[in-house]
């Protein structure tokens, strides 16, 4: 009964302690929950990203990112997870309540287990929950929350306190629970932003199991064994991540050891780079830089609440009084570790000031794990204290305990009535940074409905906020960071850098923002607004915005473009922050001051939606992207959309492909292709000839067909050599023929790469009659004619698409254009509706009364896209300008079209969840559950096979 008391008097004491806290912590909650303007530069990219897991919570894998840059797999960037949380809550709450109340919420749990732990150590339970308070006052703590505004890694500090509980909970009892704990804990933090997780977190226990002291003596051997388990087991848990984690932590551990000494000063450029220069080589502007990132070091005591700092000096000596007088001094050094993982908090900080830069995310954020590790390290000293003082009896221990609550209770009072709380947000406030938003009215509206009155008045009338089938196009930040936050008009562009290969995107902001191929790539105007149309209409653009005056850069549409230009609109805002010039000298608020976003929508006839079914003949190239990006450059030159010719990539071998579906394709080009099987390759290309196939052999790049004894019998000749044929141009060509149409050869760029003569590939023996030769570089046939079969053979030893590509010379690539207007006509084919209904972000039904010969999806191909029409899984092939590639379904062009197009995640990936899944629960079951589920059942099959082991060797005697 007495323990039960005792029990329920502990629970109740907890429970007063924490609703001291939180009445301590509601001034900081309120004003931020009422601040306007909303605080943390990435506020809105929080937002978005809530609002696309809001409506699509599939598993994990299975999610696909719809709204930027024609779309992406989600990888395993941790701070995803913690969207996945904010949506949660978002399903309750309207989105701006939810992240906020979601964010205090995980931070007021991350000062609960600053006073668990705190208490674990001190034994005081009002140490504890000053200290906590203390830590809670510090404007350090607030940092990416209203600066940098990283919201995941802001609720991702959850984590720091929770494993320094856990592992002070360890060290204290010697249980192996805590131990399990400890790393399920961790996991969920890698989960959650592997930045601060791989700086702070696993160095910080490494540290705890190796040095911290243990109620029950333990050996280095026994440490050095639980370091080791201790990290298998992680990287099981997190094996969907550990290959990110262990880099970042490697980096960590070497520039640490690099950088101790700083001997020289490095190099200040706000990078991860460790490259050390000489002062002297730095200029005035980077030394000022460099002076201010510094003095920014200060910020680590500076904005910790003073009383921390001055408990510190009390706690050591209440501590030296305690080993002074105590019996056994080696019982009371348990505080070593914790000045360890103390001093590592400001050591980090103190490098990267410096210059020495290995903190991902910023090192600017690791300000906060100060007043976390100091107040760990005070309740050490304390309880370090109390330990020497026990063995002097009841009174002394008594009195003790009585000296160290005195002076908490005090410090808290005194925090309190000072208005340390005021003193915190006034701090805040003044480093705060306003949401990145334009215009500002969307960081200053006052309500629910005062926000989705203004979110309905954003866009002119021609637009709808419920739009999937096109995309819209701003290049200013500060508009891409909210859009997909409101509407659902997926972006061609995007707030975060774009993923794969990022030409063909910086292509297309040249090409339809402002006049960037004109200026910076000296391009004739003719070829630049022939490629703003042909990326208009590839990448479904039919909306744009920009030109308004804003912080950040933002462009109208090219001016080659203005005849394409269907409506334009002004939309109105209200509502400014001026922060300098004011007369209060303080930002001001006037809600009076007008802002504009200036809207474009481009004719219907210049761009198609992204999902139809496509009409338009095929040209599929066997290739390597480089060799596909030439391609794309010379089709984008002469603006042949995908109404007039889908371009297909295929990196795959060319013998993966049946000749049935091979005759789908109305045009094969081969570029530094690549094959399996050299007769099964040219068997099935001979075939497609005879068939009525069309092929443009392209060589004289690193190919086997480049330079052989032994081409095929069908080919024009039976032997070439790759070499250069002069530096100069002295070329014979069929003038009469059609090829050469209204194609200027003398103005052909010179045969040169990187002043080197190029290589061209060429027959050794002679022509076949048959064949026709249209153009020869000192008597080297370089271009043949010849038919085969039903089919049609140009065989090019020029390596021809990527010469044009490396000079963009628009007289080759007329040429190129007549060769393949001899093969397809190239003419506009109107697209059937598919009639696309997106379930989610991940799932696209098509219903159409009619076929045609492909489905076009201008969505970004990556792994484990299935397309069934009706019943059949279907081939999906990589299209367009983009990379890796949109997605193109082959059709046999009969009757109705009903299928649906699923992405399912990379399987392999699976594999990866499930595993963590596994250990998770049986991390759970070790700590929470003391094994009493799992490892129960897995030790009685384990003495099973035990005993049948042995019956077999006993058998094996007899």
């Known amino acids: 009964m007495l323990k039960l008391v005792k029990f329920i008097v502990l629970i109740l004491m907890h429970i007063f302690f924490l609703g001291v806290i939180f009445y301590c912590f509601w001034p900081i909650s309120t004003w931020y929950l009422n601040h306007r303007p909303i605080l943390g530069v990435d506020f809105y990219h929080t937002a978005t990203w809530i609002k696309f897991f809001k409506e699509n919570l599939h598993f994990i894998q299975q999610n696909y990112v719809d709204f930027w840059y024609g779309g992406t797999q989600i990888l395993s960037y941790p701070i995803i997870n913690w969207f996945r949380v904010f949506a949660i809550v978002a399903h309750i709450l309207p989105v701006h309540t939810a992240i906020k109340l979601t964010s205090l919420g995980v931070f007021f749990l991350s000062i609960i287990f600053v006073y668990l732990g705190t208490h674990r150590l001190s034994g005081n339970p009002f140490v504890a929950v000053t200290l906590a308070i203390l830590v809670m006052f510090s404007s350090n703590m607030y940092g990416s929350l209203t600066w940098g505004g990283s919201l995941p890694y802001f609720a991702n500090q959850l984590f720091f306190p929770l494993i320094l509980w856990l592992m002070a909970c360890f060290l204290e009892s010697g249980s192996r629970r805590w131990y399990y704990f400890g790393i399920l804990a961790l996991g969920f933090a890698i989960t959650g932003h592997i930045g601060n997780a791989s700086a702070f977190f696993l160095p910080s226990v490494l540290t705890l199991i190796l040095f911290g002291q243990r109620n029950k003596p333990v050996g280095i051997i026994t440490r050095l ?128 000031a410096n210059g020495i830069s290995f903190l991902s995310q910023g090192w600017y954020r690791a300000f906060w794990q100060f007043p976390v590790t100091l107040a760990f390290l005070i309740a050490s000293f304390v309880g370090s204290a109390l330990k020497g003082i026990r063995p002097h009896g009841k ?116 090409a339809i923002a402002g006049n960037g191929l004109m200026v910076n790539y000296k391009y004739d105007e003719n070829i630049a607004h022939n490629m703003a149309l042909y990326y208009l209409d590839w990448y479904a653009i039919k909306y744009f915005e920009g030109g308004h005056v804003s912080q950040s850069p933002n462009k109208t549409p090219s001016t080659y473009l203005k005849d ?84 297909l990539y295929i990196p795959e071998s060319i013998d993966s492909y049946s000749l049935e579906l091979m005759k789908k394709f109305d045009v094969v080009l081969l570029s530094n292709y690549k094959y399996n099987n050299r007769n099964k390759t040219f068997s099935l290309l001979k075939n497609y000839l005879e068939q009525g196939g069309k092929l443009l052999f392209d060589t004289g790049g690193e190919v086997k067909e480049s330079e052989s004894k032994n081409l095929p019998e069908w080919f024009p000749f039976r032997q070439s050599e790759r070499k ?46 048959e064949s026709v030769v249209l ?39 007329n040429l190129f254009m007549r060769i393949l207007t001899a093969l397809v006509p190239l003419e506009l084919h109107d697209y059937t509706q598919a009639n696309p209904n997106f379930e989610g972000s991940n799932v696209i039904n098509i219903k159409s009364p009619s076929s045609g010969r492909g489905i076009l999806i201008k ?32 059709l046999d062009n009969k009757g109705s079209v009903e299928g649906q197009i699923r992405y399912e995640g990379n399987k392999e990936h699976y594999i990866y969840w499930i595993l963590t899944a596994v250990m998770g629960l049986l991390l759970f079951d070790l700590s929470i559950l003391n094994g009493s589920l799992l490892m129960k059942q897995l030790r009685k099959l384990y003495g099973f096979f035990r005993k049948k082991t042995a019956s077999w060797w006993e058998k094996e005697g007899e």
């Open 225 to 352: 064994k639980e370091v080791f388990v201790y990290i298998i087991i992680l990287d099981v848990l997190v094996y969907r991540y550990i290959g990110q984690f262990w880099l970042i932590l490697i980096n960590i551990i070497s520039t640490l050891l690099s950088g101790l000494s700083l001997i020289k000063v490095p190099s200040f450029s706000h990078t991860s780079s460790t490259t050390l220069v000489e002062p002297s080589a730095v200029s005035n502007i980077n030394q000022q830089i460099a002076q201010f990132y510094r003095n920014s070091f200060y910020k680590v005591f500076t904005d910790t609440n003073q009383l921390l700092l001055v408990g510190l000096g009390i706690a050591i000596v209440i501590f030296l009084i305690a080993f002074t007088v105590s019996r056994r001094k080696t019982d009371v050094l348990g505080f070593i570790a914790w000045t360890i993982v103390c001093v590592y908090s400001v050591l980090h900080v103190y490098l990267n």
């Open 395 to 510: 009174v002394a221990h008594i009195g003790f305990f009585t000296i160290c609550s005195v002076i908490a209770i005090t410090a808290g009072i005194v925090s309190v009535t000072n208005h340390d709380s005021q003193k915190t947000i006034a701090i805040v406030e003044n480093q705060s940074s306003p949401s990145s938003a334009y215009p500002e009215a969307l960081n200053l509206f006052k309500s629910d409905a005062e926000f989705a009155r203004l979110k309905n008045s954003l866009l002119p009338s021609w637009m709808s906020a419920n739009e999937k089938n096109y995309r819209f196009f701003s290049d200013d930040a500060q508009v891409i960071v909210w859009w997909n936050a409101l509407f659902d008009i997926p972006q061609a562009r995007g707030y975060l850098d774009a993923p794969g290969n990022t030409n063909q995107h910086h292509l297309l902001d040249q």
């Open 564 to 647: 394409a230009i269907a409506q334009t609109a002004d939309v109105e805002t209200k509502g400014v922050t001026f922060v300098v010039g004011t007369k209060s000298g303080k930002p001001e608020i006037h809600d009076d001051v007008s802002q504009f976003l200036k809207y474009y929508r481009f004719k219907d006839e210049i761009t198609s939606p992204i999902v139809t079914i496509s009409n338009a003949p095929t040209l599929a190239c066997f290739c390597d992207f480089p060799a596909y990006e030439s391609l794309v450059k010379i089709l984008s030159m002469h603006n042949i959309h995908s109404r007039m010719l889908v371009s």
């Open 724 to 769: 250069g044929l002069g530096r100069e141009w002295n070329l014979d060509f069929e003038a009469r023929d059609e090829t050469f149409q209204d194609v200027d050869v003398p103005a052909f760029a010179p045969p040169l790469f990187d002043k080197n003569e190029w290589s061209f590939s060429f027959p050794l023996n002679s022509v076949k009659p």
């Open 775 to 813: 153009l020869k570089q000192n008597s080297k046939p370089l271009l043949i004619r010849s038919k085969v079969g039903l089919g049609t053979l140009y065989w090019s030893g020029m390596n021809l698409v990527y010469h044009i590509q490396y000079y963009t010379n628009l007289p080759e690539s």
């Open 859 to 890: 969505r970004q191909m990556f792994d484990d896209w299935s397309a069934i029409v009706k019943g059949q899984r279907l081939k999906l092939i990589k299209s367009g300008p983009s990379f890796p590639g949109f997605i193109y379904i082959p």
